[in-house]
């Protein structure tokens, strides 16, 4: 079994939602520039501006991590999901386990093309993120048809 890694438009959807916290951050900075009096503001600037770089540096670096470390793949029996930066996280969802499949979309990924796959079992909900549409929906059939199949072969057993 092949682990495959997520699209690449992925990475810019991820980007895109970290300036909704870069710009907040941004304004913050520039708003306290030109609050603080004369006397601090060098060392307000010097200081704003040190946690502004880092917030952004992580902001950005974040997304980019996480694309490289997810991975996701399947078999007749499982479903592989790999993930994590600082604490990796194997994720095996044995098919027979499936309760429910969805797609889900955001207005973002909408306009890149993009679907998740949420596999929901009895215990938890995992989520394959940052498919194209196209595999995202093979995806759930190829899901549905091997749970019908293992179903079956449980019930023969």
Not at 12 to 37: E, G, K, M, Q
Not at 97 to 107: A, E, T, Y
Not at 114 to 132: D, E, F, H, P
């Amino acid at each position: 079994m092949e682990l495959k890694k997520l699209d690449r438009k992925v990475l810019f959807v991820w980007l895109i939602r970290t300036l909704f916290i870069i710009l907040p951050v941004l304004i913050a900075y520039i708003v306290l520039c030109f609050a603080i009096p004369n006397e601090g503001k060098i060392l307000a600037i010097v200081i704003g501006g040190v946690i502004s770089l880092i917030t952004v540096g992580l902001c950005v670096a974040i997304p980019i991590l996480r694309y490289h470390f997810y991975t996701y793949g399947r078999d007749e029996k499982r479903v592989y999901i790999n993930k994590g930066i600082i604490f990796r996280h194997r994720i095996i969802v044995p098919i027979c386990q499936i309760q429910d499949l969805h797609l889900v979309q955001g207005p973002i990924m909408m306009i890149f093309k993009l679907s998740s796959v949420l596999i929901s079992t009895a215990g938890s909900n995992y989520i394959i993120n940052g498919l194209a549409n196209e595999e995202a929906k093979m995806m759930i059939d190829e899901l549905e048809n091997k749970l019908y199949t293992r179903l079956e072969e449980l019930k023969d057993e």
